[in-house]
């Protein structure tokens, strides 16, 4: 049998389009001194990634295809190659792992050796010439090839990696079109890694990307290889599934179809998607995605990278979720009738009723409660009308004072973490409540023994810490110098402190805030950072979505707003309160609603939101929302016409230059961290007088279950899988 014709012919009928391109011989700019500089910032193929170079670093000289190139000392052959815009094949080799150099593909020639070499795992060297299209490369590169086919699987068309496959495409780019091998293919058996990944073991080329990601980056040492030579697999050791939180980028990372998505298995292929760049908000950090939807269905969600947030990673929640947006959803307006049961209404009918009822209460018997998915310009919207009708009653997803924007947001930034010397965590799961940053404090740990302390509950957060209590009285004990880690930050340069949602609203929450400020100012650091697992928390914030000095308590209000709200006990209300939610999935707040207004979700709006770190970046619209449902600061704008209460505003456009009166740095959007000022960093850590003193209450976490912690998320039936695998993961 001809595999890897047939290989090559399956290539071409299910490959739409290479994802990578042959190889452009860009040649890098040259210098004064008649050498090719190498400019950091020149376009990679599919590849390596070199660090800016460091100050007073060694730079030599070496030649790739007769081209002269300086480069910095102990990079290696793949990176010099690659920065010149020159494609070398790789499966093994990922600029995020480790380097392995196991898969041969990237193998290159250099002057005087009598064979080629692996140019992930060669270092470059003073004087050295490199050749990439040599017949001996092209031979060894054939010869990789046909190893690596021999005992693949000929099943390009029902493989769901078919169309986006490196194999496919390194076969039609760098293989031999006949093949030798005659001989029985080897099977071996799929393993099961629970309800996220799919395994088809057969196809495994042991490029090892899955478990070394597993052990560097998610922290989890499950996957692993056993026997050798042929007789060699990859999998866990004991058969168990593999519990991580971001155990779904290993489909990502492999270059074949031995690990694809389990909930997406056999349902469309890679040409019928259609992509649109956006940002996930089930996550606080907001990460950089591409969402793929075909016939206006969102069918799976991806990561793109963005070295200031996630770089390529996206957690499972962020990627497996998105089954949740097709079910529950909400869209015709529901009125509940005499009989306590809601029933179908138009719009004009339920946004008439409702008005009625804003016009016939006053300002201080209404109030507006927002969920942790609202974007800022339904905020704003709401907001203006709920302050026009004389109601200041606006409550936050999370009830913190926006007095001061340092004093709410991640002040050190997700990247900016990498940059600090000591790092304690006060009242958090940053595993849970942000992943991404967690994934960057391993890095720390794991790179520089980045030392890390933490007062709260005991947890695995996949790196070592040292516990220094369950209760604020560990934050005392670091104000006495015979304290061991606050000695560690005293001596530290750049220390850092983050503190989660949970310590900072309970009861206490002042006196909390005001010991972790006074350890700040007694280590050196420049305030405190906080760290919020909701989406919508700090636009509420930096708009002044709080509630005002004469706002009402829900228990004295006679309508209550929810706004994508689904976690207001009903006895918080009076019995006769009216209650009118607003939002895109029917939960817990649709259930006790009198009203019910369906909203659109975020890959159904081009809508506003601000990451924990105060960056503020914008969703894109991938579908339209299902049946009626509208875009939810439509809904406001319309509502406030009916109540003659017009907004100055109709359009995006408007409402977004109000958003940026409120706060400016809203207009711009652009993806860049939005940082205080040292000076209110200042104030933030030093300024705040005492507030009393702290129970002896444990310190809990923001999150009861990472997997359904939202209403798109509590309706995906992948996530109800995951919590019956993994548990809440809390």
């Known amino acids: 049998m001809k595999g890897a014709r047939i290989l090559k012919r399956a290539s071409r009928r299910l490959s739409s389009s290479l994802t990578v391109d042959k190889a452009t011989r860009a040649v ?34 070496v030649t790739v295809d007769g081209h002269a190139i300086q480069i910095e000392s102990g990079s290696s052959i793949l990176q010099a190659i690659e920065s010149v815009g020159i494609n070398v094949p790789r499966f093994c080799f990922h600029e995020r792992l480790s380097v392995a150099g196991n898969c041969r593909m990237c193998l290159v020639e250099i002057e005087k050796s009598p064979k080629p070499v692996a140019s992930c795992a060669m270092p470059t060297m003073p004087g050295m010439k490199i050749f990439t299209n040599s017949p001996m490369v092209k031979k060894a590169r054939e010869g990789v090839m046909e190893f690596l086919l021999a005992n693949h699987p000929l099943d390009c068309p029902i493989c769901d990696q078919g169309g986006e496959c490196d194999l496919q495409d390194q076969a039609m780019l760098f293989g031999s079109d006949r093949s030798r091998y005659y001989e029985v293919k080897r099977a071996v058996e799929d393993k099961n890694l629970g309800p996220l990944v799919k395994t088809v073991m057969t196809r495994c080329i042991h490029c090892t990307r899955c478990v070394r990601f597993s052990q560097e980056v998610a922290g989890v040492n499950m996957l692993g290889t056993v026997g050798r030579g042929n007789a060699m697999e990859i999998g ?76 390529e990673w996206i957690s499972d929640k962020t990627r497996y979720a998105v089954d949740g947006l097709k079910r529950q959803r909400l869209d015709v307006p529901l009125l509940r009738g005499a009989d306590g049961l809601l029933a179908p209404v138009d719009w004009k009918t339920a946004l008439q009723i409702l008005a009625d009822k804003l016009r016939a209460l006053r300002g201080d018997q209404i109030g507006a409660f927002a969920g942790p998915l609202v974007e800022v310009e339904a905020l704003v919207a709401l907001k203006d009308l709920f302050n026009s009708l004389g109601s200041t009653a606006t409550f936050p997803p999370t009830a913190l004072s926006a007095d001061l924007r340092a004093s709410y947001t991640l002040n050190s930034t997700i990247a900016g973490i990498e940059l600090c010397d000591a790092l304690l965590l006060v009242g958090t799961n940053p595993r849970t409540e942000a992943p991404l940053l967690n994934t960057r404090i391993r890095k720390m740990v794991r790179h520089y023994d980045l030392p890390v302390g933490l007062v709260g509950s005991a947890v695995d957060l996949t790196y070592e810490y040292s516990h220094l209590g369950t209760t604020a009285a560990a934050l005392s004990s670091l104000l006495t110098p015979s304290s061991p880690f606050a000695s560690v930050l005293s001596a530290a340069k750049n220390p850092a402190i983050v503190v989660g949602t949970a310590a900072l609203l309970r009861e206490d929450g002042g006196a909390i805030a005001s010991l972790v400020r006074q350890v700040a100012k007694a280590s050196g650091a420049k305030g405190f950072s906080v760290l919020h697992a909701a989406a919508a928390a700090v636009g509420a914030l930096d708009v002044g979505f709080v509630p005002g000095p004469s706002a009402a308590a829900p228990s004295r209000l006679k309508l209550a707003y929810l706004l994508g709200h689904d976690d207001l006990p009903a006895a918080s209300l009076p019995e006769d309160a009216f209650v009118v939610y607003q939002g895109h999935h029917g939960g817990a707040g649709a259930q006790m609603a009198d009203l019910v207004l369906p909203g659109a979700a975020y890959t159904e709006k081009s809508a506003t939101y601000v990451n924990t770190e105060g960056r503020v970046q914008r969703t894109a619209k991938a579908v339209d929302p299902p049946g009626a449902a509208r875009e939810d600061w439509k809904i406001v704008v319309g509502l406030a016409l009916l109540a003659g209460k017009p907004l100055p505003y109709e359009s995006l456009g408007a409402l977004r230059e109000r958003m940026a009166s409120l706060a400016p740095f809203l207009a711009a959007a652009d993806g860049e961290a939005v940082a205080p000022s040292s000076a209110e960093i200042a104030a933030a850590a030093l300024g705040a007088p005492s507030a009393g003193q702290p129970s002896d209450a444990p310190l809990g976490v923001a999150l009861s279950n990472f997997y359904m912690s939202d209403p798109v998320s509590k309706a995906s039936p992948t996530m109800a899988k995951c919590v019956q695998a993994f548990g809440t993961r809390a």
């Open 28 to 61: 890098a700019p040259i210098g004064a001194d008649g050498l090719a500089v190498l400019p950091h910032s020149l376009p990679v193929l599919n590849g390596a990634k070199l660090p800016a170079v460091r100050e007073g670093a060694q730079m030599i000289e």
């Open 236 to 311: 866990t050791y004991v058969g168990m599934a593999l519990n991580s939180e971001m155990s779904g980028n290993v489909v990502d990372l492999c270059p074949v179809g031995a690990l694809t998505s389990k909930p997406n298995a056999f349902t469309a292929r890679a040409w019928e998607y259609r992509s649109t760049s956006s940002i996930d908000v089930l996550d606080g950090c907001c990460p950089s995605i591409k969402v793929d939807n075909r016939g206006g269905e969102v069918m799976r969600v991806q990561p793109r990278t963005n070295e200031d947030v996630n770089e």
